[in-house]
């Protein structure tokens, strides 16, 4: 079933709080945060980011890291954004490893 706009601006309100209690909780001399209503720019100490942005037309998440981008649809049945390839990439574990190489320190939500 298609998200319509209000549950997808829900489940992404719900899903940046989460993200950014965990990144307000970080060292910002290892992980500097900038966020929008619509993005999460996540820049290490080396310079290098993570971009974790809204794709409302499509209303899907997309995360650039790691010289990749990768675009996450809501899964209501498992109730996870899952990578829209089939690779079995769920977002949060996704960031997380993203971040824990920026960062050079493990990393979780």
Known sequence: MALDDATYDRLVSRTFR????????????????????????????????CIINTQRAVHQIWVAGLSQGIHFDWDAGSER???????????????????????GAPFSF
């Open 18 to 49: 989460r993200m950014m209690d965990a990144l307000d909780a970080a060292d910002p001399d290892v992980l500097e945060t900038d966020a929008t209503a619509d993005m999460i720019t996540v820049t290490s100490a080396r310079g290098e980011k």
């Open 81 to 103: 954004w899952v990578d829209d390839k089939g690779q079995g990439l769920e977002l949060f574990a996704h960031v997380e490893h993203v971040l824990s190489d920026l960062s």
